[in-house]
């Protein structure tokens, strides 16, 4: 059989990082067979969280991402519909539910929710035992009258309240649990939707999927999910719980708490290719010491014996780093074409915009550190001589002024203004002054850029300027240092 996977959001707001992950993941483990399915699934059921435009964001997210899905809402395929709520208007689940009773799985609950907290009340100094609900010891044939009488209910699982129940993870083992601490859950609402703790099964085994990726917050249920593949006979799926995305040692990233969530990371200048390439090694370790890899290339490393059980803390200066390895690794004309309306934000003067691509390539790390870069091109800004002091470069205002004088005299002086006749003619200068390169050509970078930093040196900023303008921004930095 290939492996079917799936993910199965929940269309609440925006794409939470470790939402992102778990996708991953599970295209990675469905790609990794040839004929591996990856499934896409939105899970609807809970009506009162929904938020209008977030089914969207989902589908915005995967195709930025690259993780296509084979079937899905918007795509089709042979086991939908891929919406939990339009699977609701066919009455499977019910009928589902119905036949669950029948086999002595679960049964109709005639308690409202204050009877059920008192009883739970009741029984908590049993810290062992789960509350189990009374009405669970209702024949069939009497619950039934009830329901057909119209009194309103819910349909509650009907754990047994001896033995355990053990399941495999790939992750974290063998888990055993003893039946008498679980929860009787509801399966299906009193407005006839069903739970998740019902839907999501349902829906697994009737989409064949064979491989279900999701968080070890449902480490504690999967005991309860898997009485009710026992109850139906019907095969089980391998499980892989992943370890949470952290904040920090102590606290989960949460959208709840208004942390980062990828649409928030594009709009701060990430790339998803290497936010994909990040999340993957948040909990996971490839072989070897390698840090860049394409999504086929992850596809091709995935092994989910790798995957760690400690939560993986996810640092934003580490993203950063990655974000800038894959942006120095393109090619100059892929970089160009990516990054200029960056660029264009920042300059309007007439200069070679993919010349400043090349040297923005060493220093952004993210798309949305460029303009700020660049300011210094259409408008040179006012700036202290205190920036001519470097002790690494031994430079100060007056090496500096020495510097800038020279510079002058020997610009002044070329023709053809270009890379090359300005590197020969710039790098002649220290043997010359007797002084090293970084003493010429540290003053002067500064001289026509105003910066502390800037994206390229000296003699590539001085060709973008130009000839007229580097030698007017000279002579206003030698006038400046004359006057001090």
Known sequence: MSIRTRFAPSPTGYMHIGNLRTALWAYLIAKKDPEGVFILRIEDTDQGRLVEGATDIIYDTMKQCGLSHDEGPDVGGPVGPYVQSERVKSGLYMDYARELIRRGGAHYCFCDEE????????????????????????????????????????????????????????VFGTITVDNSTLDEAVLIKSDGFPTYNFANVIDDHLMGITDVVRGMEYLSSTPKYNLIYDAFDWEKPRYIHCPPVMKDEHSKLSKRNGDASFQDLMAKGYLPEAVLNYIAMLGWSPEGNREIFTLDELVEAFNVKHIGQNGAIFDPVKLTSVNGLWLRGMDLDTYFRLVEPYIREAVKGDYDLKKIAAGVQQRANTLSEIAPMLDFYDTFPSFSNDLYNNKKMKTNPEIALSALKECRSA???????????????????????????????????????????????????????????TLRRLDLSIQQLENE
């Open 115 to 170: 009877t059920i907290e008192k009883a739970k009340a009741e029984n908590a100094d049993d810290s062992n035992r789960s509350y189990a609900d009374p009405c669970r010891n209702l024949s069939l044939e009497e619950a039934q009258k009830r329901v057909d009488a119209g009194e309103p209910f819910v349909i509650r699982q009907t754990i047994p309240q001896e033995g355990t129940t053990s399941f495999d993870d790939e």
């Open 411 to 469: 610009l002044e002086g070329i023709q053809s203004w270009d890379f090359d006749t300005l590197h020969e003619t710039l790098m002649a200068l220290p043997a010359k002054m007797g002084v090293k390169n970084g003493q010429v050509l540290f003053p002067l970078r500064i001289a026509i850029s105003g910066k502390q930093s800037t994206p390229g040196g000296a003699i590539e900023i001085a060709e973008i300027l130009g000839k007229e303008e």
